[in-house]
RNA sequence: GCGGGCGUAGCUCAGUGGUAGAGCGUCACGUUGCCAACGUGAAUGUCGAGGGUUCGACCCCCUUCGCCCGCUCCA
């Protein structure tokens, strides 16, 4: 509950701020989209340019010392249909789905009977009244549990609405084939079936009992028309993740570029997908911007890269100020893992609304060479590497020309260490913060100085006795290098307190000695301390500090 | 999608079937020499939206949208 309210003044301060706000607002808003504002996107540009900078411009150095072969893209949105044909995603964004015709609940068509044997809470219960091994039918107990338990926990099961039939069929059923138990997946049809027609036996909703209807694609990925008529050969798709875009310009990069596996390719953008359920502020959106790297890689050495890039994502977030007793690393389960990944981990952060669980802000995937086949078969066009590196190499070590020609071309694996940069933006603002009811704010953003939206707040203690001049002068020659902020106005610790509540770490007032010996004060915002820098050795000190 | 809660000023929230309120914030002027000081003044809402009942609805009823929580879902 504690927490619960800790997700509430955030969202409030940010409304109250500039952060976040409901997109659409003045029309009532629009489930699952947010809009960024003046302090936010200083905030959410701040994540993304720290990012490219340390992804493209300033990679990682190798385990050879040397830094990594990476390069960035900019792809388009929609792009041809076919990319999602090929990359499984019109498949699995489609998954059948089946509606509950009485409480409108939607269960996943192909997970109906896992979800019965393991979250159903009625059917749980029904099971302790027969047991399918034996495939013994007590029809008495059955018909008292209709009228009792299965009353309150599945009040639309046929066999409570009208225990009489669907015993009766059971009975025959047994009376008909006596030799033969009955089994679990037929006794479940049975008893949520209250009129056989032409569709037969039902199966039942796992959470109130009633018959589920047919099984219809449930559309994840939104649509659109490219062109004049919106036909279906016009259909386009939004892109539901940014990875595609590069495995489309895969073979351009590799012809045009000069790099060599291993190597990246780096992409920031906005992807799409209709969730299900919306929530938890900025967590799951509808539109959400992605930080998407694609490492190829040769398939023997991907599982190393794999390694890398685990230890490499963590120390990054770290670098964002993130507390490393709220990051946390978490394999997936074999049966967890997406159609196109051999292995996967999330890089949790334990947000205010999961502690103290921690929820999804990374996932570093092994794709294997799921991508590159898939989009080779679908396109026609070849899309492995030709590895010259690797060639002169196994001819040095006198390998046969026919072992040579097999192993220097291959299709490279892929790791693919992806985020969000809107939910990063969110573990910031989780992550700084800050109740303090000891200053005037009552609370306070503990921003990383290099991601805090503003950097330092120029004031001049009064505004007046010469004091604004020199703190304009100030200001003007500070803004080139950090985004600064003026205000000469009102009292100097209701700017303060301002400037906390959005995470300025520093702020620079010009007082009455400033005029004597050219010096002002700078108030750190975490310590609350000031220290007197002399206006000459102001750049000096915000660029050791925030350009470290 | 289901169940529960909520929706009144930028924020937090009172409120009554009879022409809208507080605190904080914001703005202006004055004052002010280091942590939302003080004084004076000001702006701001079709009470989420649409419909209905009523002489009259922020209040009652219906519908809808959005937010939060639980279930479900989540490449």
């Known amino acids: 509950m504690a927490e619960a309210s800790v997700m509430e003044k955030i969202v409030s301060l940010c409304k109250r701020r500039g952060f976040v706000y409901p997109a659409s607002e003045i029309y009532g808003g629009i489930r699952g989209f947010w809009d960024y504002g003046p302090l936010g996107v200083l905030l959410k540009n701040n994540i993304r340019d720290s990012w490219w900078r340390d992804m493209v411009e300033c990679p990682p150095i190798g385990p050879d010392g040397h830094p990594l072969d990476m390069v960035g893209l900019d792809s388009s949105i929609i792009q041809h249909p ?109 008893i949520a079936t209250e009129q056989l027609n032409a569709t037969g036996l039902q199966d039942p909703c796992p959470l109130c009992g009633a018959e589920l209807g047919p099984s219809e694609p449930f559309k994840l990925m939104m649509e659109s028309y490219a062109g004049l008529t919106q036909t279906p050969d016009n259909k386009v798709y939004l892109r539901p993740e940014t990875a595609q875009g590069i495995f489309l310009q895969y073979k351009n990069i590799v012809d045009t570029t000069r790099v060599k596996v291993p190597f990246g390719v780096a992409q920031i953008g906005k992807s799409f997908r209709n969730e299900v359920t919306p929530r938890n502020f900025i967590f799951r959106s509808r539109e959400f911007e992605q930080m998407e790297m694609e490492w190829f890689c040769h398939p023997d050495e991907a599982r190393t890269w794999y390694e890398f890039w685990k230890t490499e994502r963590m120390r990054w977030w770290k670098s964002l100020g993130v507390k490393e007793e709220n990051l ?55 899309l492995d590497y030709f590895d010259q590196e690797l060639q002169l190499k196994l001819k040095e070590q006198g390998a046969s ?111 009455g000695e400033t005029l004597k010996d050219q010096s002002v004060t700078i108030r750190e915002r975490d310590t609350l301390q000031q220290q007197r820098v002399s206006l000459d050795k102001v750049d000096t000190y915000m660029t050791d500090r925030i350009l470290k």
């Open 82 to 190: 076919k990319t999602w044909e090929a990359s499984g995603h019109l498949a699995t964004f489609a998954d059948p789905m089946r509606k509950c015709s009485k409480c409108g609940h939607f269960v996943r068509a192909d997970h109906l009977w896992d979800m019965l044997a393991t979250s159903s809470k009625w059917f749980d219960d029904l099971l302790q009244e027969f047991t399918p091994i034996s495939g013994h039918i007590d029809t008495e107990r059955l018909m008292r549990w209709a009228k009792t338990k299965g009353r309150k926990l599945a009040p639309n099961l046929a066999l409570v609405r009208n225990p009489e039939v669907t015993l009766s069929w059971l009975a025959t059923r047994v009376n008909g084939q006596p030799d033969v138990p009955v089994e679990m997946m037929e006794f479940t049809r049975h």
């Open 401 to 511: 020309p026919e072992e040579i020609k097999a192993k220097s071309r291959y299709v490279p694996n892929v790791i693919e260490p992806a985020s969000g940069l809107t939910r990063a933006v969110l573990v910031l603002l989780c992550e700084g913060y800050t109740a303090d009811p000891n200053r005037p704010s009552g609370e306070y953003m503990r921003f990383d100085p290099k991601m805090a939206p503003i950097k330092a707040g120029i004031f001049p203690l009064v505004n007046k006795d010469g004091m604004p001049e020199v703190a304009e002068k100030l200001y003007m020659d500070l803004r080139t290098k950090f985004m600064c902020e003026y205000d000469p106005k009102q009292s100097i610790g209701k700017r303060y307190a301002r400037m906390d509540e959005i995470g300025t770490p520093y702020c620079i007032t010009v007082d």
């Open 328 to 382: 946390k690393l978490r394999d997936h389960a074999p049966d967890e893992l997406s159609h196109y990944s051999k292995m996967t981990v999330d890089i949790e952060y334990k947000y205010p609304f999961t502690a103290p669980d921690f929820g999804e802000l990374e996932g570093i995937a092994h794709r294997g060479e799921f991508d590159l086949t898939q989009h080779q078969k679908h396109s026609g066009q070849k």
